[in-house]
């Protein structure tokens, strides 16, 4: 039984739990080790992220942490830095490399916000082209190396709101080759890939990211995994993990980073 987790968010980003919540709720649920992972700083959308000063109060907060609950688990401070942040993830325990947006021009746009945020990028960038529209997200996923993480974070976001093919047809062949070019890319510089339940525990999908066909592939390559809550809520640590654990044997998840 997998009992880390080290992809959670607080009040200092989007998360409704303040980090002293989540720590309590994790020694509770058994757990052995937490690492935070709030969102970095992305300068042309400050809706979701810490802030500048936030994010200083984040390190020093869960320092703090660490040192008062020493004896009861192991907590590390992480980044989800994002592809785009443009500043570079220094003084973390451990960076998951997340992409958010697509850029077309000079203009960032959130793949994951809402339905109709994501139809209208489809209509206004891609002139309604969603494969488009996924081969520019994969092309920024295959390039994540760039941001030296420790943990590749929800691999095909893009599909968050795709379920039973809503948008677009996950068996298209241009959908797959853009996915497996990114896959390949990442293999190469052997990160671990998040299982990332968040969107279910929030009630956006029925399974986790990565897809099946996702999964298979990589695990088919020797890739390597690691369960990803996505917490947005002290109680949602260890979301699904039994289940996920159940369901795949075959695949080399990682007991902790
Ligand atoms: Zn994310
Ligand atoms: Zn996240």
């Known amino acids: ?97 997340s992409v958010h947006y697509v850029k077309v021009g000079d203009e960032y746009f959130s793949v994951d916000h809402t339905k109709d945020i994501f139809i209208d990028i489809s209509k206004k960038c891609f002139g309604g082209d969603y494969y488009s529209f996924a081969e520019s997200y994969y092309e920024s996923v295959g390039n994540l190396a760039s941001v030296h993480p420790d943990i590749i974070g929800h691999f095909d976001l893009i599909t968050k709101f795709n379920e039973n093919g809503t948008f677009f047809d996950e068996s298209h062949p241009r959908y797959i080759t853009a996915w497996k070019a990114a896959v390949d890319k990442l293999l190469s510089h052997n990160i671990p890939f998040e299982i990332n339940t968040g969107a279910i525990s929030r009630g956006y999908r029925i399974s986790p990211y990565p897809s099946d066909d996702i999964l298979s592939y990589i695990s088919s390559k020797g890739g390597r995994f690691i369960l990803a809550s996505d917490s947005h809520s002290a109680d949602n640590l260890l979301f699904g993990f039994d289940k996920i654990e159940e369901k795949i044997k075959s695949c080399n998840i990682l007991k902790n980073i």
Not at 38 to 66: N, P, R, V, W
């Open 1 to 97: 039984m997998i009992t880390c987790d080290y992809h959670v968010h607080t009040t200092y980003c989007d998360g409704k739990s303040t980090p002293e919540e989540v720590v309590k709720s994790a020694i509770a649920k058994g757990m052995t080790e937490i690492g935070f992972s709030g969102h970095s700083y992305t300068f042309f959308d400050e809706s979701y992220c810490m802030t500048k000063e936030g994010t200083q109060q984040y390190i020093a907060e869960i320092s703090a942490l660490k040192e008062k609950y020493a004896d009861k688990i192991q907590i590390l401070c992480g980044i989800e830095q994002d592809y785009f942040a443009g500043e570079a993830a220094e003084s973390y325990d451990y960076v998951i490399g």
